[in-house]
């Protein structure tokens, strides 16, 4: 009869503990959730992509009435100059047979900030900020023709997608308000910044076309550009993990193009003095709101 002789439990791991350290599990865990939420992502974008090319308009035209536009609307001040951008935005539009005489609106949001960007319905929203930085009509068309290019290719739309992917994966795995949610959309930013580029190239493609069509040459396409460049002078890094080509890189791919299509470069139009003009009051009235607040800090 054998005889039974207990094993040593010092001598032997407890199999209900890890032999791997728990931060090293956790990280384990956190990669391959991330990797499985590219994959996800991935397909799913690819399906967006199909989907978005034969979305009818109607349905751009219901996210409209989904997303909340009152955030973007044209303070009085700035009502003039938002008159004459729809003027300029609607003679571009007429320039572009695909448009099929659908209206394209623009609003103009009181911030410093130098932006531009294209919303469902057709919408156009230009920051204060840009208006500040140019100095010709010609390189503010350049601006306005580039979102519709946005338009044309459906980026609005694909964006829009993806940020709701995104939304749903990052709830299911990590749940709301999760850390390991910044986390992974760090990781997902980066596999989708080379595509975003690209939809950016297009569409300067787009409005260099467009610009052409509507001064016959395309002097100002590239000054906007050039300017913000020199003024941020944005380090080589930020051009490669930015959703926007900006700098050198872009300014020579515009140029590029203009050679390869014998555009030409001639006289550039000045601003509409409306604009300038609604700028010009809008500077005096924040002068005036700055002036008056001294004055009660001085008599309190």
């Known amino acids: 009869m054998a005889k039974f002789t207990p094993k040593n439990l010092n001598d032997h791991a407890n199999v209900n503990v890890s032999k791997i350290s728990q931060p090293k599990e956790f990280v384990v865990l956190l990669s391959g959730l991330i990797g499985i939420m590219l994959v996800v992502y991935l397909v799913l ?35 003039s100059a938002r008159d004459s951008l729809q003027t300029l935005l609607d003679e571009l539009v007429t320039l572009w047979p695909e448009a099929n005489e659908q209206a394209y609106n623009i609003n103009i949001v009181d911030e410093d900030q130098v932006n531009a960007f294209a919303l469902p319905g057709r919408n156009i929203v230009v920051l204060r900020g840009l208006l500040d930085e140019v100095e010709s009509e010609n390189e503010l068309a350049m601006v ?17 997608g993806r940020g709701v992917v995104f939304l749903v994966l990052s709830v299911i795995f990590f749940g709301d308000n999760n850390p390991a949610t910044e986390f992974a959309s760090g990781a997902i930013n980066m596999v989708s910044l080379k595509f975003s580029r690209e939809q950016e190239s297009a569409s300067d493609r787009f409005a260099l076309d467009l610009l052409h ?4 040459h395309v002097a100002g ?16 890094f930020f051009n490669f993990v930015s959703t926007h080509p900006i700098g050198n890189k872009r300014v020579e791919e515009i140029e590029r193009l203009a050679r390869e299509s014998n555009y030409l470069y001639q006289e550039k139009q000045s601003l509409n003095d409306t604009i ?8 005096d009235l924040e002068d005036a709101i700055e002036v008056e607040e001294i004055f009660v800090e001085i008599y309190q």
Not at 224 to 230: I, Q, Y
Not at 276 to 283: I, P, R
């Open 45 to 79: 974008g690819f399906t967006l992509e199909i989907l978005v090319k034969h979305m009818p308009t109607k349905m751009d035209d219901a996210l409209a009435n989904v997303f909340p536009m009152d955030q973007f609307e044209t303070p009085k001040n700035l009502k």
């Open 213 to 216: 069509k509507k001064y016959g």
């Open 221 to 236: 396409s590239t000054d906007f550009f050039n300017r913000v460049k020199d003024k941020h002078n944005i380090p080589g």
């Open 144 to 160: 306005l023709a580039h979102e519709l290019g946005h338009f044309a290719n459906r980026d609005h739309l694909r964006g829009m």
């Open 276 to 283: 300038v003009a609604a700028l010009k009051s809008d500077d």
